[in-house]
Antibody, heavy 121, light 108 residues
Framework: QVQLVESGGGVVQPGRSLRLSCAAS????????MNWVRQAPGKGLEWVAL????????YYADSVKGRFTISRDNSKNTLYLQMNSLRADDTAVYYC??????????????WGQGTLVTVSS | DIQMTQSPSSLSASVGDRVTITCRAS??????LNWYQQKPGKAPKLLIY???SLQSGVPSRFSGSGSGTDFTLTISSLQPEDFATYYC??????????FGHGTKVEIK
């Protein structure tokens, strides 16, 4: 079955870096755009970044632009998020999410189980 | 950026009730509107895409409607497993893909 498994979360000090990974299985990973979406404790959902299926285009939320980098390795069916210059307000559960697009309409499905990143001194 | 406004932010309802959640976009998004359900400690799950298309495996008591700026998610007969938080999301003018702030459905 389709599965997305995130890893790499943890506690990190402000200003430091962390890299998240998402291992995909059960579908043709290289055919889909992939996203990172985050959710701060007790808050709503915030889209973070998208990478096209072939990695040729990347988009970022203004809140992370210049600090985070999304990438993928289609040979390993793995999505990454390199997070630099972390701040306390980056504390959140980070979800790896597949984007499905049909005749220009897109939606997010499925979602991984999430990995918690806590930025604290 | 397109802003998505959900109402109410929370509601209390009983099993068997008909529940309606609304989502308004700050400008027209045609039918590029999706709905997700999130239970505590779990990842969101897609319910409805393109405003009114039911995702495979989702019970038929869930339905979506609307176009342009105003959308609704309806649960025709609330079941115990439906107590959760519901989010709308627009995918018309992107990036960013923006979500509503959520509607928490609680037990009365």
């Amino acid at each position: 079955q389709v599965q997305l498994v995130e890893s790499g979360g943890g506690v990190v000090q402000p200003g430091r870096s962390l890299r998240l990974s998402c291992a995909a299985s059960g579908f043709t990973f290289s055919n889909y755009g992939m996203n990172w979406v985050r959710q701060a404790p007790g808050k709503g959902l915030e889209w973070v970044a998208l990478i096209w299926d072939d990695g040729s285009k990347k988009y970022y939320a203004d809140s992370v632009k210049g600090r985070f980098t999304i990438s993928r390795d289609n040979s390993k069916n793995t999505l990454y998020l390199q997070m630099n210059s972390l701040r306390a307000d980056d504390t959140a559960v980070y979800y790896c999410v597949t984007m499905v697009t049909v005749t220009a309409v897109s939606w997010f499905d499925p979602w991984g189980q999430g990995t918690l990143v806590t930025v604290s001194s | 950026d397109i802003q998505m406004t959900q109402s109410p932010s929370s509601l209390s309802a009983s099993v068997g009730d008909r529940v309606t959640i609304t989502c308004r976009a700050s400008q027209s998004i045609r039918n590029y509107l999706n709905w997700y359900q999130q239970k505590p400690g779990k990842a969101p799950k897609l319910l409805i895409y393109a405003a009114s298309s039911l995702q495979s495996g989702v019970p038929s008591r869930f339905s979506g409607s609307g176009s342009g700026t105003d959308f609704t998610l309806t649960i025709s007969s609330l079941q115990p497993e439906d107590f959760a938080t519901y989010y709308c999301q627009q995918s018309y003018i992107t990036p960013p893909w923006t979500f509503g702030h959520g509607t928490k459905v609680e037990i009365k």
